[in-house]
T-cell receptor
Framework: KQEVTQIPAALSVPEGENLVLNCSFT??????LQWFRQDPGKGLTSLLL?????REQTSGRLNASLDKSSGRSTLYIAASQPGDSATYLC???????????????FGKGTKLTVNP | EPEVTQTPSHQVTQMGQEVILRCVPI?????FYWYRQILGQKVEFLVS????????KSEIFDDQFSVERPDGSNFTLKIRSTKLEDSAMYFC????????????FGPGTRLTVT
């Protein structure tokens, strides 16, 4: 059974700092990995999706990497801003050729606070 | 840009009552999902739906739950007799086709059972 763990559970940094959020998963037979942002009481905003054949994806100040063999992904946020304050969720999905399903398996998230 | 929409944004109901949560997926999407998130917990998969039938469901999705696509636009989740532990945020998601990678999530419905 796939388990997704995110460390740390919470992180507080001063504005302008570069930071890394970590995600690990127990079953390396994944199809893709997705990073989401969730603001308090709100829905899930997709940030980046990495296919299992890819090593990284970039969008603006965000860079996500994937090391499937070791079961790890990182989300790098450059020059953090107070508006980046939110909970960041990682989710993985098995593939159709791995006997997998469509469902996403989520981590519990890292709550990020960027202080002005 | 097309979005998944959900109504209501917040539903309060009494224990034992039936509730229907509604979702309008993106118009050309074919695959539909419900997830839930109990406060402070992980987002959990409930059910996936394709071609007018359930393709997968989790252990959470017991006989109290049902899903339906009553017309060409809506996708609903019904809870027949709500329990206190059904209080959660419920997210609908959709994706267009088999080979598409990403599920697009709606804003969620917060269900409070009293």
């Amino acid at each position: 059974k796939q388990e997704v763990t995110q460390i740390p559970a919470a992180l507080s940094v001063p504005e302008g700092e570069n930071l890394v959020l970590n995600c690990s998963f127990t079953d390396s037979a994944i199809y893709n990995l997705q990073w989401f942002r969730q603001d308090p009481g709100k829905g899930l905003t997709s940030l980046l999706l990495i296919q299992s054949s890819q090593r990284e994806q970039t969008s603006g100040r965000l860079n996500a990497s994937l090391d499937k063999s070791s079961g790890r992904s990182t989300l790098y946020i450059a020059a953090s801003q107070p508006g980046d304050s939110a909970t960041y969720l990682c989710a993985v999905r098995r593939g159709p050729f791995q006997g997998g399903s469509e469902k996403l398996v989520f981590g519990k998230g890292t709550k990020l606070t960027v202080n002005p | 840009e097309p979005e998944v929409t959900q109504t209501p944004s917040h539903q309060v109901t009494q224990m034992g009552q039936e509730v229907i949560l509604r979702c309008v997926p993106i118009s050309n999407h074919l695959y539909f999902y419900w997830y839930r998130q109990i406060l402070g917990q992980k987002v959990e998969f409930l059910v996936s739906f394709y071609n007018n039938e359930i393709s997968e469901k989790s252990e959470i999705f017991d006989d109290q739950f049902s899903v339906e696509r009553p017309d060409g636009s809506n996708f609903t989740l019904k809870i027949r007799s709500t329990k206190l532990e059904d209080s959660a945020m419920y997210f609908c998601a959709s994706k267009p086709r088999t080979d598409s990678y990403e599920q697009y999530f709606g804003p969620g419905t917060r269900l409070t059972v009293t």
